[in-house]
């Protein structure tokens, strides 16, 4: 009895502070933004539902001076904050509760292209597929991650791995200026010469310092046969895992070619555990893409959907990755080379958690790219510490049963602990957009930690950006 009504005290508490929240928004910041409706309870879509955050009330900005305004209120009546873009980032240090309040950027979804179509400016809420969308809509190619539901600048500001990688570099190689609001509510345009130690920061851990409302970034202008590659999926059964792993080891990646290998089910109703590889040929008809990818094909894929696809469908062979909802508390590390006892003993954990009930959908998830010309760029040029690791991967245990959580967090330590021993890096390094979230700073920052602090200190002193791998 005595814990029913504390458990009905607490949730009355967390209600009460939430209606609070909502009733001094609508009443003191409402007046002031573009609109006077942009005020809610609704939370907007989440790619996984583990540890997301719970704000007492959501601000849908319509403007990039909406944003300016609503962190401007917050900070100075300190009311905690979040922003949500693509709204797929996972990590467990997304922890807003009640008494905070999400930002959310999906409005700001403008991509617009200079007279050249060399540069591109990106809204602080544009979806990949939406930047992808208006990019082939003006003939240029823009550097975006590879799954549609990402925000291009969430995953921009951690790094950007994606598809032109071998040709461009990161994301964070391509930008030119960003515009971004800091805790005090101002606009700065950061630029290389304008401020050389924020842009540095922002290229890799931007949403520790800001709100980006928009980036200016390369974009390349191409002809019809410059927006198409040769991409789609081969499947492999469990017993060629090692051959497979040491397939893609040997396989050098040319600047125009990338991979990845998933472990994923074969689908409904059977719901076996496969492997899959997409190898992805820029410009690739099916002749060089099956020899540029030979080595796999001489492994004998039971099944092979590969095509040439223009640029709006490069991405769609992961729309399955891409669904919302679920709990996926997800296990990112980086490491050095393929090898098949590690990748077996994942294997075999993986297969023993993807059985359970509703964990049909778990995943692993392996990205390989050609980072020669991402390497040919000067390293102190962006805090995104990790141009040395030649692999990531991520372990993504996927289930609706909250009663999961404890065997799918052992899963995803298993997975990570094993790769980890055979990582040959001197240290733990994990891309910051793929990591769970209890990692040591120096694990997603790197060498750039000591400066970052600088930064840091500099534009958000009273550490407002404080929901993502805080800089502390
Ligand atoms: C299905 C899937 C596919 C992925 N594919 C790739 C990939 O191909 N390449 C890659 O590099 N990464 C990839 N990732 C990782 C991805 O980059 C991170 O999850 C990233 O944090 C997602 O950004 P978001 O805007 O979608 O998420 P959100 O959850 O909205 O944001 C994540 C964090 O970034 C902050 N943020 C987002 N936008 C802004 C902004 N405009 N200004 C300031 N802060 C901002 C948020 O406040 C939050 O702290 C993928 C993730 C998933 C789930
Ligand atoms: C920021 O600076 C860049 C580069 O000088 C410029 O192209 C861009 O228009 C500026 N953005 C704003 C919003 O002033
Ligand atoms: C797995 O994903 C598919 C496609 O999104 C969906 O139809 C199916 O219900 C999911 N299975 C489980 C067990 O959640
Ligand atoms: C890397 O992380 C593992 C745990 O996953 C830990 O056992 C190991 O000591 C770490 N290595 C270094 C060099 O910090």
Same mark, same amino acid.
């Given at each position: 009895?005595?814990?029913?009504?504390?458990?009905?005290?607490?949730?009355?508490?967390?209600?009460?502070?939430?209606?609070?929240?909502?009733?001094?928004?609508?009443?003191?910041?409402?007046?002031?933004?573009?609109?006077?409706?942009?005020?809610?309870?609704?939370?907007?879509?989440?790619?996984?539902?583990?540890?997301?955050?719970?704000?007492?009330?959501?601000?849908?900005?319509?403007?990039?001076?909406?944003?300016?305004?609503? $962190? !401007?209120?917050?900070?100075?009546?300190?009311?905690?904050? *979040? /922003?949500?873009? +693509?709204?797929?980032?996972?990590? =467990? #240090?997304?922890?807003?509760?009640?008494?905070?309040?999400?930002?959310?950027?999906?409005?700001?979804?403008?991509?617009?292209?200079?007279?050249?179509?060399?540069?591109?400016?990106?809204?602080?809420?544009?979806?990949?597929?939406?930047?992808?969308?208006?990019?082939?809509?003006?003939?240029?190619?823009?550097?975006?991650?590879?799954?549609?539901?990402?925000?291009?600048?969430?995953?921009?500001?951690?790094?950007?791995?994606?598809?032109?990688?071998?040709?461009?570099?990161?994301?964070?190689?391509?930008?030119?200026?960003?515009?971004?609001?800091?805790?005090?509510?101002?606009?700065?345009?950061?630029?290389?010469?304008?401020?050389?130690?924020?842009?540095?920061?922002?290229?890799?851990?931007?949403?520790?310092?800001?709100?980006?409302?928009?980036?200016? $970034? !390369?974009?390349?202008?191409?002809?019809?046969?410059?927006? *198409? /590659?040769?991409? +789609?999926?081969?499947?492999?059964? =469990? #017993?060629?895992?090692?051959?497979?792993?040491?397939?893609?080891?040997?396989?050098?990646?040319?600047?125009?070619?990338?991979?990845?290998?998933?472990?994923?089910?074969?689908?409904?109703?059977?719901?076996?555990?496969?492997?899959?590889?997409?190898?992805?040929?820029?410009?690739?008809?099916?002749?060089?893409?099956?020899?540029?990818?030979?080595?796999?094909?001489?492994?004998?894929?039971?099944?092979?959907?590969?095509?040439?696809?223009?640029?709006?469908?490069?991405?769609?062979?992961?729309?399955?990755?891409?669904?919302?909802?679920?709990?996926?508390?997800?296990?990112?590390?980086?490491?050095?080379?393929?090898?098949?006892?590690?990748?077996?003993?994942?294997?075999?954990?993986?297969?023993?958690?993807?059985?359970?009930?509703?964990?049909?959908?778990?995943?692993?998830?392996?990205?390989?790219?050609?980072?020669?010309?991402?390497?040919?760029?000067?390293?102190?040029?962006?805090?995104?510490?990790?141009?040395?690791?030649?692999?990531?991967?991520?372990?993504?245990?996927?289930?609706?049963?909250?009663?999961?959580?404890?065997?799918?967090?052992?899963?995803?330590?298993?997975?990570?602990?094993?790769?980890?021993?055979?990582?040959?890096?001197?240290?733990?390094?994990?891309?910051?957009?793929?990591?769970?979230?209890?990692?040591?700073?120096?694990?997603?920052?790197?060498?750039?930690?000591?400066?970052?602090?600088?930064?840091?200190?500099?534009?958000?002193?009273?550490?407002?950006?404080?929901?993502?791998?805080?800089?502390?």
């Amino acid at each position: 009895m005595k814990f029913v009504s504390l458990v009905a005290s607490l949730v009355f508490s967390a209600s009460f502070t939430a209606a609070a929240v909502l009733q001094q928004l609508q009443a003191e910041l409402a007046p002031h933004l573009s609109q006077n409706d942009l005020i809610s309870t609704i939370s907007p879509p989440r790619w996984s539902s583990f540890n997301a955050p719970l704000p007492g009330a959501v601000v849908n900005v319509q403007t990039e001076l909406d944003v300016a305004t609503t $962190v !401007k209120y917050l900070t100075a009546n300190g009311i905690p904050f *979040l /922003a949500q873009n +693509g709204g797929a980032g996972w990590s =467990s #240090s997304l922890d807003l509760n009640s008494d905070g309040v999400l930002i959310n950027l999906a409005s700001l979804n403008h991509v617009t292209f200079n007279g050249d179509k060399t540069q591109a400016t990106i809204g602080g809420g544009s979806s990949i597929s939406n930047t992808i969308a208006q990019a082939y809509a003006a003939g240029a190619l823009v550097e975006t991650g590879t799954c549609n539901c990402v925000g291009t600048l969430g995953a921009l500001l951690g790094g950007g791995y994606g598809s032109l990688m071998g040709l461009y570099g990161f994301g964070v190689d391509n930008v030119i200026a960003v515009q971004v609001v800091t805790a005090d509510g101002e606009f700065h345009n950061v630029t290389a010469t304008s401020d050389p130690d924020f842009f540095w920061a922002l290229k890799g851990a931007g949403p520790n310092l800001g709100i980006v409302t928009s980036a200016v $970034v !390369k974009s390349y202008p191409t002809t019809q046969d410059g927006m *198409l /590659a040769w991409t +789609g999926t081969l499947t492999f059964d =469990s #017993s060629q895992l090692e051959e497979v792993v040491e397939a893609i080891q040997d396989l050098e990646l040319q600047p125009d070619m990338n991979l990845f290998m998933y472990f994923i089910s074969s689908g409904p109703p059977a719901n076996e555990p496969v492997i899959l590889v997409r190898p992805f040929l820029y410009k690739g008809s099916v002749t060089t893409g099956r020899a540029a990818f030979s080595s796999l094909y001489a492994v004998g894929p039971t099944r092979d959907t590969t095509a040439v696809l223009p640029y709006t469908q490069w991405n769609a062979g992961a729309d399955g990755f891409c669904t919302y909802g679920a709990r996926k508390p997800s296990y990112g590390v980086g490491f050095q080379k393929m090898i098949p006892s590690t990748w077996r003993e994942v294997w075999n954990s993986y297969v023993e958690f993807q059985k359970k009930p509703t964990a049909a959908n778990s995943t692993v998830l392996l990205e390989a790219y050609s980072l020669t010309k991402a390497r040919s760029i000067d390293p102190n040029s962006a805090a995104f510490p990790h141009r040395n690791v030649n692999f990531h991967v991520i372990a993504i245990p996927w289930y609706e049963d909250p009663s999961l959580d404890d065997q799918a967090q052992a899963f995803g330590n298993a997975a990570r602990d094993l790769w980890r021993a055979t990582d040959q890096l001197a240290q733990n390094q994990t891309y910051i957009n793929f990591a769970y979230g209890d990692e040591a700073l120096e694990v997603v920052y790197g060498d750039s930690l000591p400066k970052l602090r600088e930064v840091k200190r500099r534009l958000d002193p009273s550490g407002q950006f404080s929901h993502w791998y805080n800089i502390v």
